[in-house]
T-cell receptor
Framework: SQTIHQWPATLVQPVGSPLSLECTVEGTSNPNLYWYRQAAGRGLQLLFYSVGIGQISSEVPQNLSASRPQDRQFILSSKKLLLSDSGFYLC???????????FGDGTRLSIL | QKEVEQNSGPLSVPEGAIASLNCTYSDRGSQSFFWYRQYSGKSPELIMFIYSNGDKEDGRFTAQLNKASQYVSLLIRDSQPSDSATYLCAVNEVGGTSYGKLTFGQGTILTVHP
């Protein structure tokens, strides 16, 4: 069966520091991968998605970036975090376009 | 901008009652519809998906889809306190650069009280 892993589970970072969040999927090949952010009490905002190695589509202009160096690995990065980057970051995968997305456990990011 | 609207909450029902969660969507060409449950502090968990008009049942959950009315709903029978969570409706976008992306509603908070 397929599983998705995200780490770390929680992260506290100072303003201006860099960020790297990692997501990996096991048990499938060539998944579609997604990064979402959920601010406190808010809905899910799609940040990036990828349909293959090295292919990244950005949804929202911001100081975040994403990369997909391997088929089942998706990384979310920032060079300098802002206070507004706080939130719950979720990675998701699915095999085909019309199938459900499945979420990892998420990373709760607090910026001080 | 495709939109997905859910009935405003919070929704409170007594234990054993039927909880009804509703969702409308703007993209008439959408073909895939999903309901997720999200407990406080946790990630969304898929509970139902539906592709065809009509009803789809899975245990205590029934998803209903009416594409002509652009309406999808989730019924929870015999509601339990453990069903207390935020329920997210998600719709697959079609066409153009949005193809294949999910648009989520803002969520409906459900509380089942003993």
């Amino acid at each position: 069966s397929q599983t998705i892993h995200q780490w770390p589970a929680t992260l506290v970072q100072p303003v201006g520091s860099p960020l790297s969040l990692e997501c990996t999927v096991e048990g499938t090949s060539n998944p579609n991968l997604y990064w979402y952010r959920q601010a406190a009490g808010r809905g899910l905002q799609l940040l990036f998605y990828s349909v293959g190695i090295g292919q990244i589509s950005s949804e929202v202009p911001q100081n975040l970036s994403a990369s997909r160096p391997q088929d089942r690995q998706f990384i979310l990065s920032s060079k300098k975090l802002l206070l507004s980057d706080s939130g719950f970051y979720l990675c998701a995968w699915r095999k085909q376009v019309n199938q459900p997305q499945h979420f990892g456990d998420g990373t709760r990011l607090s910026i001080l | 901008q495709k939109e997905v609207e859910q009935n405003s909450g919070p929704l409170s029902v007594p234990e054993g009652a039927i909880a009804s969660l509703n969702c409308t969507y703007s993209d008439r060409g959408s073909q895939s519809f999903f309901w997720y449950r999200q407990y406080s502090g946790k990630s969304p968990e898929l509970i139902m998906f539906i592709y065809s008009n009509g009803d789809k049942e899975d245990g205590r959950f029934t998803a209903q889809l009416n594409k002509a009315s652009q309406y999808v709903s989730l019924l929870i029978r015999d509601s339990q306190p453990s069903d207390s969570a935020t329920y997210l409706c998600a719709v697959n976008e079609v066409g153009g650069t949005s193809y294949g992306k999910l648009t989520f509603g803002q969520g409906t908070i459900l509380t089942v009280h003993p």
